[in-house]
């Protein structure tokens, strides 16, 4: 699959220690390479790619200076790791990445010893070498730790707290800006580099040192010639680089340097890595570089699926539209409509269909970075007057906003829509990004409304029944990928808040299904009649408040229930019904499907369900052995 004869180097390098022992000339070399190879290999698997591209020369350079293992390189925002991938031991395994049984397409401690942290969110890397920096002298170790940000995450406050509390500990560590205008600074070059290289040498720092010994010895007129070169210096900072910023929180600050000059790299690298920290070094980057398909473009070739090589688009897919594309043009429909309602993402506006708003009504779209804590309290903020935010995260990132949440939003009842893609077992990206939470995490707040659509018809009708709810927050949630391929009415519909739909009758058991789960139970059901076992089939729309009226009759008619949904057992739906029947004193027997109480690691969706059993087939099989063995959680009076 790959012609090895045309890579002179990348084939000998097996760990970061190979990289270190290269002769700077051939740095370059590898770094081609390593380029190629990754393009070689996602354009035939999909995954992440423009961010990797971008940080060749970065991760090059670090391994050639430092010495990981013992020196801690610890990566933001996992999906610019693939280079580091490649050069520390899994260049043979990046066929497999993303894939189930393959490696991870983030950083994971459990997967290589050169992992320093895990990372799938952003804005964590600052936070965590500081950690490891103050851990290293508790203990007396003497070792560098180096975290690696940027791709937009420096627009996450998580950075920012963890800088200013480096300043105040003076942690002995470096961070290096990636910024590849995704981040906060200027495309600086010529000038700053040659700054950032003279104020860097060691030379410079031992004729500054003296100056400032020399000085120290002439009395009042001493501090005064003190006074003004520190002026000087950070006048002449402040007008040739970014870096007055940094160094308010402490740090000194070294850049911009150019982010895809390795040998350049390599020489501010080793300059600095014996200064005590806290250091910042910042380099500018270009996403996608080195590949013309994906330069010059922010969101394209992020991550995608398989792509042809040569013009950089992807292999085309047939099917039914995504939900993302759905919720998209359905929330740009009603906005249209109704400028009262605005859009809002957290750097993510392909990823959650809001590309759709932003091009069409950008005076209604809202991107506040990777900052999901403040985009929750600024939409709680429009809500107070009278506009209605619809925030739309990955269930996952919106664990991140949890506290504001409950204390902003539901403790005022303000009207915020929440839209949360990506519930459930996402695939690929694993455990870092599965939606497996929220319905759990959501369930518990007072004054929320949580629903989930079965179909991409029931999905716009939410949206439209979301946005004029007039009682406080509402949430819905729905999966990755496809959806069903049901035909949608061009009018929207309300949907009575906290009544379900029963799709089918049955006399032995009742299965209740939420969201993704109930066209699955409706598959599971079909199979149970083969085998004379005749399932009523209740889709339930609404996580809280539960039909109540529904749960009633069902616990009436039938004395064993199953409930399915994709998100953890613990707390979600199915523990909403058991507590409700607790609290009826009804006394039946419950089965209640769902994901583990464990994390889930990668794979296809397809993969996932059938493994954990929530597949058609696997519910089916779990309802037989439900009424053959009388197993179950029974609900006693």
Known sequence: ?????????????????????LPVGDLKILCSEIR????????????????????????????????????????????????????????????????????????????SEYDAFGAGHASTSISAAVGMAAASRIQNIDRKVIAVIGDGAMTGGMAYEAMNNSGILKSNLIVVLNDNQMSIAPNVWQISNYFTEMISHPEYNRFKGAIWDLTGKLDQFGDRLRKVAARL?????????????????????????NGHNVGQ????????????????????????????????????????????????????????????SIFGNALVEIIKKDNNVIGMTAAMPDGTGLDKLQAECPENYY????????????????????????????????????DQIIHDVALQKLHVVFVLDRAGLVGADGPTHHGSFDLSYLRMIPQIVVMAPKDESELRNMLY???????????????????????????????????????????DVAILAVGSMVDYSLQASAKLEEEDIHAEIVNMRFVKPLDEELLSDIAHRFDKIVTVEENSIVGGFGS???????????????????????FVDHGTQTELHKLLGIDPEGISEKVKQFLKDDVGKEVLA
């Open 1 to 21: 699959m790959i012609d090895k004869s045309k890579y002179k180097i990348l084939f000998g390098i097996d760990s970061p220690k190979d990289v270190k022992n």
């Open 36 to 111: 190629e190879y990754m393009v070689d290999v996602i354009s035939q698997i999909g995954g992440h790619f423009g961010g990797g591209l971008g940080t060749v020369e970065l991760t090059v350079a670090l391994n050639h200076v430092f010495d990981p293992p013992h020196d801690k390189i610890v990566w933001d925002t996992g999906h610019q790791a693939y280079p580091h991938k490649i050069i520390s031991g899994r260049r043979d395994q990046l066929w497999t990445i993303r894939k189930f049984d393959g490696i991870s397409g983030f950083l994971k401690i459990s997967e």
């Open 233 to 257: 210096q950070t006048g002449i900072k402040s007008v040739l680089t970014p870096g007055m910023l940094f160094e308010a929180f402490g740090f000194r600050y070294f850049g911009p340097v």
């Open 265 to 324: 790299l390599v020489k501010l690298f080793d300059h600095v890595k014996d200064l005590n920290g806290p250091i910042l070094v910042h380099a500018i980057t270009e996403k996608g570089k080195g590949y013309k398909p994906a330069e010059g473009h922010e969101q394209k070739l992020h991550a995608s699926t398989p792509f042809d090589k040569i013009t950089g688009k992807a292999l085309k897919k047939t099917g039914p539209p995504s939900y993302t």
């Open 367 to 402: 991107d506040v970075g990777i900052a999901e804590e403040h985009a929750v309290t600024c939409a709680a903020g429009m809500a107070t007057q009278g506009i209605v935010p619809v925030v739309a995260i990955y269930s996952t990132f919106l664990q991140r906003g949890f």
């Open 465 to 507: 029944t979301a946005v004029y709810y007039k009682g406080g927050p509402i949430a819905i949630r729905y999966p990755r990928g496809s959806a069903l391929g049901v035909e949608l009415k061009e009018e929207f519909e309300s949907i009575p808040i906290g009544k379900s739909e029963t799709l089918k009758s049955g006399s």
């Open 576 to 598: 909403g019904v058991l507590e409700y029947f607790a609290q009826k004193h009804f006394t039946k027997k419950v089965l209640n499907i769902g994901l583990p109480d464990k």
